[in-house]
């Protein structure tokens, strides 16, 4: 894959890179390194995208903001 932009978060630190190639092999990120042309089996060209991890877990906070503060005057328990 070629990434435009390719937002990594690597020991916690999050940093911008630009024009990378990402080599994947099955679900396993295997090479990130500067894109220079390589070739793939399957490739997807996103040089005009930011790539960046998923936001895994995300869904289940979503539902929570909307019943925000719905049954503060009941105890705990009910």
Same mark, same amino acid.
């Given at each position: 894959m070629r990434a435009g932009l390719l937002?990594?978060?690597?020991d916690g630190q999050t940093a911008i890179e630009r024009d990378r190639f990402v080599g994947v092999t099955g679900s396993v990120i295997t090479a990130i390194e500067p894109? %220079?042309?390589q070739k793939a089996k399957t490739f997807i060209?996103? /040089?005009e995208k930011l790539v960046m991890p998923g936001l895994?877990?995300? =869904?289940? =906070? &979503?539902?929570? %903001? &909307?019943?925000? /503060? &719905?049954?503060d005057d &009941?105890?705990?328990e009910e």
């Amino acid at each position: 894959m070629r990434a435009g932009l390719l937002l990594t978060m690597k020991d916690g630190q999050t940093a911008i890179e630009r024009d990378r190639f990402v080599g994947v092999t099955g679900s396993v990120i295997t090479a990130i390194e500067p894109w %220079s042309g390589q070739k793939a089996k399957t490739f997807i060209d996103a /040089g005009e995208k930011l790539v960046m991890p998923g936001l895994i877990n995300g =869904h289940t =906070h &979503l539902p929570m %903001s &909307l019943f925000r /503060g &719905l049954a503060d005057d &009941l105890p705990f328990e009910e």
